[in-house]
């Protein structure tokens, strides 16, 4: 079945400076690549997505890039804010009504 | 208000002794899934439903059932709970299936199993 692997699992970063993290996935056939961000004590919220037919999306200061044939995709948050700070999930799915398998998670936190 | 909501919100209870947590949605979402999500591993998929009366298993379905005989609610049931049951369980509910968008999430139910 899919497995998720998500890389770092924290993250520390100065205020303004770049965060990346990075999946990885196994299953090729997957197809819709959402990323979550969890504050402490909250549920989690979509904040990008992107699809197999794309190679990347933004968002403001937030970008995802996908490469399918290393079968890899990142989430890329620039000028961080200190309420960057909280949990990044990504996950993997493969058609609108499949299941979906979530990275373990990167807690992120940026230093005023 | 457009929401997801579980309850109860806080649950202790006792090995063996049978407990349903509800969620309901007021959005008219045809998916909804439960996950459960423990320190170190992130969000694991319990069960999932298409539509009324179609459900299916995700990742760690074992100790858990679910039913969806009504679009809005997706009620998770644990028949025996186990100590190793205790963890934050997330419903959560989106328009046609996850891959069409954004999944909303409910507040969250955090069980303890003694």
């Known amino acids: 079945g899919e497995n998720v692997e998500q890389h770092p699992s924290t993250l520390s970063v100065q205020e303004g400076d770049s965060a990346v993290i990075k999946c990885t996935y196994s299953?090729?056939?997957?197809?819709?690549f959402p990323w979550y961000k969890q504050e402490l004590g909250k549920r989690p919220q979509l904040i990008i997505d992107i699809r197999s037919n794309v190679g990347e999306k933004k968002d403001q200061r937030i970008a995802v890039t996908l490469n399918k044939t290393a079968k890899h995709f990142s989430l890329h948050i620039t000028e961080t804010q200190p309420e960057d700070s909280a949990v990044y999930f990504c996950a993997a799915t493969k058609t609108s009504y499949d299941k979906v398998i979530f990275g373990p998670g990167t807690s992120l936190s940026v230093i005023p | 208000e457009a929401q997801v909501t579980q309850n109860p919100r806080y649950l202790i209870t006792v090995t063996g002794k049978k407990l349903t947590v509800t969620c309901s949605q007021n959005m008219n979402h045809e998916y909804m899934s439960w996950y459960r999500q423990d320190p170190g591993l992130g969000l694991r998929q319990i069960y999932y439903?298409?539509?009324?009366?179609?459900?299916d298993k995700g990742d760690v379905p074992e100790g858990y059932k679910v039913s969806r005989k009504e679009k809005r609610n997706f009620p998770l049931i644990l028949e025996s709970p186990s100590p190793n049951q205790t963890s934050l369980y997330f419903c959560?509910?989106?328009?046609?299936?996850?891959?069409?968008?954004?999944?909303?999430f409910g507040p969250g139910t955090r069980l303890t199993v003694l």
């Open positions: 439903s298409m539509n009324v009366e179609v459900t």
């Open positions: 959560a509910s989106s328009l046609e299936g996850l891959a069409s968008g954004e999944q909303f």
């Open positions: 299953d090729s056939a997957s197809n819709y």
